[in-house]
């Protein structure tokens, strides 16, 4: 008699299946929660396309390397000091970074400044109008977003 070399023989007949059906329903579920994911989205407009709400703040911000390290934020449209940002600064060294790096694969310079942006539901957009680029903070969590929250306020003296 033969048989499939992985085929189980049980009293001379082919075993039958013993795939668990578990995992065949819970790859199921998966899939059927994927695809209600999809249609909310699409329904409620709640998608990565969605429309950014209207601002109720705006500041354009020049960051400047300091020769010590720091970065010099400074108020393009009056040319006050925002804040000195001294220390390791990660999330708004990274942002900042990122937005540089893509002007610079454009051939864009600095002249043009960034604009922060406040929003009527809460959050906040760090803008590039050289690329259209954009970092919407709130995604990075509360303390990220608010270590540029703290540049909308007016400088303390």
Same mark, same amino acid.
């Given at each position: 008699?033969?048989?499939?070399?992985?085929?189980?023989?049980? *009293? #001379?007949? @082919?075993?039958?299946?013993?795939?668990? $059906?578990?995992?065949?329903?819970?790859? *199921?579920?998966?899939?059927?929660?994927?695809?209600?994911?999809?249609?909310?989205?699409?329904?409620?407009?709640?998608?990565?396309? +969605?429309?950014?709400?209207?601002? =109720?703040? %705006?500041?354009?911000? $020049?960051?400047?390397?300091?020769?010590?390290?720091? !970065?010099?934020? =400074?108020?393009? $449209?009056?040319?006050?000091?925002?804040?000195? !940002?001294?220390? /390791? +600064?990660?999330?708004?060294?990274?942002?900042?970074?990122?937005?540089?790096? %893509? $002007?610079?694969?454009?051939?864009?310079?600095? /002249? +043009? @400044?960034?604009?922060? !942006?406040?929003?009527?539901?809460?959050?906040?957009?760090?803008?590039? @109008?050289?690329? #259209?680029?954009?970092?919407?903070? %709130?995604?990075?969590?509360?303390?990220?977003?608010?270590?540029?929250?703290?540049?909308? %306020?007016?400088?303390?003296?």
């Amino acid at each position: 008699m033969s048989s499939l070399p992985h085929t189980r023989m049980v *009293a #001379g007949r @082919p075993a039958p299946d013993t795939f668990p $059906r578990g995992f065949l329903y819970a790859a *199921a579920a998966m899939i059927l929660v994927s695809l209600a994911s999809v249609a909310l989205v699409r329904i409620t407009g709640n998608g990565p396309d +969605q429309r950014a709400a209207p601002a =109720v703040q %705006e500041r354009p911000l $020049r960051f400047i390397d300091r020769p010590d390290g720091g !970065i010099a934020v =400074v108020d393009a $449209r009056t040319g006050e000091p925002v804040a000195d !940002i001294h220390g /390791e +600064q990660g999330f708004l060294r990274g942002a900042l970074r990122a937005l540089a790096r %893509e $002007r610079r694969v454009r051939g864009l310079g600095s /002249e +043009q @400044p960034f604009q922060l !942006i406040a929003r009527t539901d809460g959050r906040l957009t760090l803008a590039d @109008p050289a690329t #259209g680029q954009r970092i919407d903070l %709130e995604s990075f969590g509360p303390a990220n977003a608010g270590a540029f929250a703290v540049l909308l %306020e007016p400088a303390s003296r």
